[in-house]
Nanobody, 123 residues
Framework: QMHLVQSGGGLVQAGGSLRLSCAAS????????MAWFRQAPGKEREFVGH????????YYDESVRGRFTIFINDAKDTMYLQMNSLKPEDTAVYYC????????????????WGQGTQVTVSS
C-alpha cells in the first residue's frame, strides 16, 4: 500500500512558477513509477509526466516539455513537480500517482493517487 500526500499549488500569474510536492507516507518510491496527471474543469484527467523510482528516467507530455520538471528527493520518498513559464491553460487540479510495474500514462493506469491540488494561472 502507498499513501500519497500532496502539497503546494495555488494562484499564480501567467509566466510565473509553482512547485508541487507529493510525499509517500510511511513508505518510499522503491520499485515504483511515479507520475503527475491533471484535470481541468470539464475535461478528462490527462498525463503530465512520469519518473522512475530512482529519478534516472523521465518523460513529459509535449504540452509541458521544457517548462515542467519532475524530480525525486534523495530519500526517495517525495516527488516534486516544478512548473515554470505557467500558462492559463495549465489551470487544473494536479494529481500525483504511482504504479508498481510500468510507468503510468493513461488515467486508468495508476494504482495509487494523491488527493489533488488546485493550480490556477491567471492571464
Amino acid at each position: 500500500q502507498m499513501h500519497l500526500v500532496q502539497s503546494g499549488g495555488g494562484l499564480v500569474q501567467a509566466g510565473g512558477s509553482l512547485r508541487l510536492s507529493c510525499a509517500a507516507s510511511g513508505s518510499t518510491f522503491d520499485d515504483y513509477f511515479m507520475a503527475w496527471f491533471r484535470q481541468a474543469p470539464g475535461k478528462e484527467r490527462e498525463f503530465v509526466g512520469h519518473i522512475n523510482w530512482n529519478g534516472l528516467s523521465r518523460y513529459y507530455d509535449e504540452s509541458v516539455r521544457g517548462r515542467f520538471t519532475i524530480f525525486i528527493n534523495d530519500a526517495k520518498d517525495t516527488m516534486y513537480l516544478q512548473m515554470n513559464s505557467l500558462k492559463p491553460e495549465d489551470t487544473a487540479v494536479y494529481y500525483c500517482a504511482a504504479r508498481h510495474d510500468f510507468p503510468p500514462i493513461r488515467a486508468r493506469d495508476p494504482d495509487y493517487w494523491g488527493q489533488g491540488t488546485q493550480v490556477t494561472v491567471s492571464s
